[in-house]
């Protein structure tokens, strides 16, 4: 049984869980977080390989097919707490990092049926591209399953409940650039005003429309005009745009009507603006037969009436440009209840860490599970 082998490593992991939480790092500066666990698993006689191009690292246990991983995310956030600005995990990391180490250590007191499991500590989740880096790096290059964890918000699931998908949305975002002259406030014919161009550019948007069955959003998130001198009309201004679509295709249709009414601007108040890419999060593809072995384990540990159904919520996570990048990949990630509130990247976040442990139960019957098969 998993649950002896979880229950005798529970001080172990309240201890690294302590460690992580207490010494937070922000995305692609984990560097003490990659020494502290490459030491750690190293000391368990654990393979352990690093990148020299970034932070992170995996870990190893058995050999040859099949290959089945587990990803925890790593990074912190950097936001004010207590009126002090501070590396804070405030997204549940620190809760990801330590059930990946669990899941480890009781597969490693366990044994496996045969395979390999791999641990992908990944670096910078939070700004959506430190997967790409673990894909560039060919870390999953040879596994068949991939999953993850991410803890929930009490909104969506109470403490004891967990779910075997996590259906994120798609999440485009987007900076842009009025580039016009700057006008004297008595002479307006003699210019134009960006922030009439802006104020035109957020109606527009409003009037954008998708197939209302999908969820799908667009805002305006930031938009800077003018200086000091109210007797001077900006010509320039910067504005990032937050577009979101549940699903990959949505989003994509979001950007062209995005891209047709920003060029409707240029022409309307002609003086150029210009568009360009900050960051991508692409919609969830999960793997049914992967999302069939998490719920069994699910039930396993939780009972039936604890065994949600998937969980769809417009928020992103990066895991998913593993599936995306390499479509071979059977993945999907587990969905924790853990009593979290007030709510993910609140800087006074708090959860249940019981939930700790029966994550890791749920990730390791899930390991096994796949490998039996």
Known sequence: MVKQFVEKLQPDIQNVFDHLHTNPEVSWKEENTTTYLKQLLEEKGVKVTT????????????????VVAVRADMDALWQEVEGVFQANHSCGHDAHMSMAVGVLLTLLMKGLPKGSVRFIFQPAEETGNGALRMVENGVVDDVDYLYGVHLRPVQEMKGGQASPAIIHGAGLFMEGNIAGEDTHGARPHLGNNAIEAGSAMVELLKGIYLDPMIPYSVKVTKFQAGGDNPNIIPGSAVFTLDLRAQTNEALQQLREQVEGKIEAVEKAYNFPVSLRVMDYVPAAETDSQAQGYMEEAIKEVLGNEHTMEPIVT??????????????????????????????????????????????IEILAHTVVKTLDQ
Do not use: C, V, W
């Open 51 to 66: 990148f020299p191009d970034s932070t992170g690292l995996i870990a190893e246990i058995g050999s040859g097919k099949p």
């Open 314 to 359: 417009s928020g992103g996570d990066d895991f998913h440009f593993y599936t995306i990048k390499r479509p071979h990949l059977k993945a999907t990630m587990l969905g924790l209840g853990a009593n979290l509130k007030p709510g993910l990247h609140h800087p006074q976040m708090t959860f249940d860490r019981e939930a700790i442990f029966s994550g």
